[in-house]
């Protein structure tokens, strides 16, 4: 039956209290207890009633008085509604909790029934941090596939389970340019110096920003999503192995038989497992073009972003002039003349100043001080004077640095990252753009493979990254 159809009418009424985030934290807090519990019959009542005070007190939690009562809807007359006691016979009485009487306990037993545990499950994500989601998700993809490859029965199921865990990943990239958007955005539009600083120290909590950071470290994303690859092509080569011998029975089997039918029984299975497998690397090539395309978004925000600070910085902003603010100030000063006679001699104006009035735009002007003189353009002019290839972006490194680091580190044409390889920030990065150089095509990642990992005297870390040559 449809799990929908059994949620009671008066479900929704949380939704529509006033105390609608006190509720959410008692039915969580009550589930997690639930789950630690020892006993396996659940929490009572008066376990329940007393985790809604402790997290009363806890939360610091200021009950509001509800309006009157909908109809058809009776008070209870034993346990006012503020108490701990009522809270919990109204999330009783609306169906997200469930009261069993036991008879060897004599008294009642809370229980969650099976919709509300996908409502609790959702109150408790959106009270968590969860800032290792997208580690848990390559962990868990390549566990399945390693777990597969090692199975000797190669149970399709774990298969279903990888594929459906880097469809949640893909999403998870997605939202994740969608939050980068709105950060730079927010970031964009701020009028302040002290507005910016305030959403920079914000981002120090924020959650996309923690993904990002472990998606870019090479412990993680990097790490596990070569091993994955170099997984899916090994079963698929196993799978395609096993296809041919069956192929080959088959021609020797007479039809109808028990032996002809389970052979055709693990063709189809050979063939499923192709397109589940199939289908992964397709998620995965997504996964790759969307994570690219994540680091790039950053880069074109963050230039945004660093093009406003620094106009806020140089230029200030149009809303609060201060020449406006000296006008003002002027004005209402009995002072006026000798602040603005002493101004013009600390200034030196080439001519003298004049007080703007309502006519002052209306009277003749002298044509002869604005006359227009073009000026001739110096063809001796350094190049390096010329400020507009500033906002040009300049690569970190050229082709020949990375060519001449490859060449360094090559032995009888195999490039081997080694513990003298990486002396310095800048050799890390190159060697990281060496491993997306090479990568880049789906022939070339064959030459690719990672040999565990080397941890330098500078603390830096990094995988022992073997590139052969290609055939």
Same mark, same amino acid.
Not at 111 to 130: A, G, I
Not at 279 to 290: G, P, T
């Given at each position: 039956?449809?799990?929908?159809?059994?949620?009671?009418?008066?479900?929704?009424?949380?939704?529509? %209290?006033?105390?609608?985030?006190?509720?959410?934290?008692?039915?969580?807090?009550?589930?997690?207890?639930?789950?630690?519990?020892?006993? $396996?019959?659940?929490?009572?009542?008066?376990?329940?009633?007393?985790?809604?005070?402790? %997290?009363?007190?806890?939360?610091?939690?200021?009950?509001?008085?509800?309006?009157?009562?909908?109809?058809?809807?009776?008070?209870?007359?034993?346990?006012?509604?503020?108490?701990?006691?009522?809270?919990?016979?109204?999330?009783?009485?609306?169906?997200?909790?469930?009261?069993?009487?036991?008879?060897?306990?004599?008294?009642?037993?809370?229980?969650?029934?099976?919709?509300?545990?996908?409502?609790?499950?959702?109150?408790?994500?959106?009270?968590?941090?969860?800032?290792?989601?997208?580690?848990?998700?390559?962990?868990?993809?390549?566990?399945?596939?390693?777990?597969?490859?090692?199975?000797?029965?190669?149970?399709?199921?774990?298969?279903?389970?990888?594929?459906?865990?880097?469809?949640?990943?893909?999403?998870?990239?997605?939202?994740?340019?969608?939050?980068?958007?709105?950060?730079?955005?927010?970031?964009?539009?701020?009028?302040?110096?002290?507005?910016?600083?305030?959403?920079?120290?914000?981002?120090?909590?924020?959650?996309? $920003?923690?993904?990002?950071?472990?998606?870019?470290?090479?412990?993680?994303?990097?790490?596990?999503?070569?091993?994955?690859?170099?997984?899916?092509?090994?079963?698929?080569?196993?799978?395609?192995?096993?296809?041919?011998?069956?192929?080959?029975?088959?021609?020797?089997?007479?039809?109808?038989?028990?032996?002809?039918?389970?052979?055709?029984?693990?063709?189809?299975?050979?063939?499923?497992?192709?397109?589940?497998?199939?289908?992964?690397?397709?998620?995965?090539?997504?996964?790759?073009?969307?994570?690219?395309?994540?680091?790039?978004?950053?880069?074109?925000?963050?230039?945004?972003?660093?093009?406003?600070?620094?106009?806020?910085?140089?230029?200030?902003?149009?809303?609060?002039?201060?020449?406006?603010?000296?006008?003002?100030?002027?004005?209402?000063?009995?002072?006026?003349?000798?602040?603005?006679?002493?101004?013009?001699?600390?200034?030196?104006?080439?001519?003298?100043?004049?007080?703007?009035?309502?006519?002052?735009?209306?009277?003749?002007?002298?044509?002869?001080?604005?006359?227009?003189?073009?000026?001739?353009?110096?063809?001796?002019?350094?190049?390096?004077?010329?400020?507009?290839?500033?906002?040009?972006?300049?690569?970190?490194?050229?082709?020949?640095?990375?060519?001449?680091?490859?060449?360094?580190? %090559?032995?009888?044409?195999?490039?081997?990252?080694?513990?003298?390889?990486?002396?310095?920030?800048?050799?890390?990065?190159?060697?990281?753009?060496?491993?997306?150089?090479?990568?880049?095509?789906?022939?070339?990642?064959? %030459?690719?493979?990672?040999?565990?990992?080397?941890? $330098?005297?500078?603390?830096?870390?990094?995988?022992?990254?073997?590139?052969?040559?290609?055939?």
């Amino acid at each position: 039956m449809i799990l929908k159809k059994k949620i009671p009418n008066d479900f929704y009424k949380l939704f529509r %209290t006033k105390n609608r985030e006190a509720y959410m934290q008692f039915v969580t807090a009550i589930y997690e207890e639930n789950n630690e519990v020892y006993a $396996s019959l659940g929490l009572t009542q008066e376990e329940c009633a007393l985790i809604i005070e402790n %997290t009363i007190e806890k939360s610091k939690i200021v009950w509001q008085e509800e309006d009157d009562m909908e109809e058809g809807e009776t008070p209870d007359a034993l346990f006012p509604s503020d108490s701990p006691s009522g809270m919990l016979n109204h999330l009783i009485r609306w169906g997200w909790l469930k009261s069993d009487f036991d008879e060897k306990l004599n008294t009642c037993v809370i229980s969650f029934p099976e919709y509300s545990q996908l409502y609790v499950e959702l109150f408790k994500k959106l009270q968590s941090d969860d800032d290792s989601r997208e580690r848990e998700s390559m962990l868990s993809i390549y566990s399945a596939l390693f777990t597969y490859h090692s199975d000797n029965e190669k149970n399709n199921d774990i298969l279903k389970s990888a594929l459906r865990t880097s469809k949640s990943l893909g999403q998870l990239l997605s939202n994740m340019q969608d939050g980068m958007r709105s950060y730079f955005d927010e970031l964009s539009s701020q009028k302040h110096f002290i507005g910016i600083q305030q959403v920079l120290v914000e981002e120090i909590n924020n959650s996309d $920003s923690k993904k990002y950071a472990i998606l870019t470290t090479t412990d993680s994303f990097y790490r596990y999503k070569e091993a994955v690859k170099e997984l899916i092509s090994e079963i698929l080569n196993e799978n395609d192995e096993k296809k041919a011998v069956l192929l080959k029975e088959k021609n020797s089997l007479e039809t109808g038989t028990l032996l002809q039918k389970r052979n055709e029984y693990r063709l189809q299975y050979c063939e499923d497992t192709s397109r589940i497998v199939m289908q992964l690397e397709r998620e995965f090539d997504m996964i790759e073009r969307k994570y690219n395309k994540l680091i790039e978004q950053k880069t074109v925000f963050a230039k945004r972003a660093l093009a406003r600070i620094h106009y806020i910085l140089q230029e200030g902003v149009s809303e609060e002039d201060n020449i406006i603010k000296l006008i003002n100030l002027l004005d209402r000063s009995e002072k006026k003349d000798e602040i603005l006679v002493e101004m013009r001699e600390r200034i030196r104006f080439s001519s003298q100043f004049k007080n703007i009035t309502d006519n002052s735009f209306a009277g003749r002007r002298d044509r002869g001080d604005g006359a227009f003189a073009p000026v001739m353009l110096d063809e001796e002019i350094d190049a390096r004077e010329q400020h507009m290839t500033d906002f040009v972006p300049k690569p970190l490194y050229t082709r020949n640095e990375l060519q001449s680091f490859r060449r360094k580190n %090559t032995v009888d044409g195999v490039f081997v990252a080694t513990e003298e390889t990486v002396q310095s920030v800048e050799d890390l990065e190159k060697l990281l753009f060496l491993w997306q150089e090479e990568t880049e095509e789906r022939l070339a990642e064959d %030459t690719v493979s990672v040999d565990g990992e080397i941890r $330098s005297e500078d603390g830096l870390t990094y995988s022992r990254l073997v590139i052969g040559q290609n055939k």
